[in-house]
């Protein structure tokens, strides 16, 4: 059970803290390998999930966080799948025949922390999830210290980690990326979309209406031209809700499509604003 409820107050704190997420410029590389990696991998995800309604990007970033994803290692905790689990969680799963198959392993690892009864996989609700997966320990001992396990490689974390069970060092640096970040980067390049209550949309025809904003357009479209004017158009479209963009400063498709999408016109010099008026 639960030690921290998921309250308004911290769906809102998940909402504001994923919103301005920034992932550092030294580990975007990284973060795009992980995301590549797991989106290569959806189908086998999905279907892991079908059953019990879990979304399969949980269950990818899970498996990043974990056992570094591998499919020859315990979901629970990335111990060898040649046998149960030594750590905690130890002797999982119950009913074993090694060397069993990983997609049985990750249904009792999933279904041991009762997540086939989730409902709630808007986007605060996955993160209190995947907080809750590896413990609220620092929201509970260590209040300046946001949880690695959500948002290392970001703007939100610099240092203080748990060594060991119970074993906190402030200033130990967790050398992996954060399970938030993956799911921002994925956000960012269109995998996965949340709407403006933040619950996930089914496919792109799915678009949330977001209330147009007055927002200049002092940006002219480029794929391949940064500026910082750009960076600053990218991240006022970033605190729209539904919205997420890599801050790169390069006002390519994806940004003038958000600025569409609150706008109702595409950048300038988008060639798709010549299209559509000449089919008008």
């Given at each position: 059970m639960a030690v921290v409820e998921l309250t308004p107050a911290l769906r809102a704190e998940y909402l504001q803290l994923f919103d301005s997420c920034d992932i550092r410029p030294d580990k975007q590389a990284a973060v795009d390998t992980l995301v590549a990696q797991i989106a290569s991998n959806r189908a086998r995800y999905e279907r892991a999930g079908s059953g019990a309604g879990i979304p399969w990007y949980f269950i990818g970033t899970i498996h990043s966080m974990e056992a570094s994803l591998s499919f020859t290692k315990h979901l629970h905790n990335g111990d060898p799948l040649t046998a149960?689990?030594?750590?905690?969680?130890?002797?999982?799963p119950l009913v074993w025949n090694p060397p069993n198959d990983w997609e049985s392993s990750c249904e009792d690892a999933l279904m041991q922390r009762n997540l086939e009864k989730v409902t709630d996989w808007s986007l605060a609700g996955t993160l209190y999830q995947l907080e809750g997966y590896n413990g609220f320990g620092y929201r509970r001992f260590h209040h300046d210290v946001r949880s690695p396990y959500l948002w290392s490689y970001s703007n939100h974390y610099t240092t203080g980690k748990y060594v060991a069970d119970g074993t906190f060092d402030p200033d130990a640096v967790s050398k992996q990326c954060g399970s938030a970040v993956i799911l921002r980067r994925m956000a960012e390049s269109g995998l996965i979309q949340f709407n403006q209550s933040g619950d996930p949309l089914v496919s792109a025809d799915e678009e949330a209406e977001v209330a147009a904003a007055p927002l200049d357009p002092l940006v002219t479209y480029s794929e391949t031209e940064a500026s910082?004017?750009?960076?600053k158009l990218q991240r006022a479209l970033n605190s729209m809700p539904g919205i997420f963009l890599l801050v790169d400063g390069v006002p390519g498709r994806r940004t003038s499509d958000a600025f569409r999408k609150v706008t109702g016109n595409f950048l300038q010099g988008d060639p798709r604003s010549a299209?559509?008026?000449?089919g008008s």
């Open positions: 149960r689990t030594v750590q905690v969680p130890a002797g999982r910082d004017a750009a960076r299209s559509a008026a000449a």
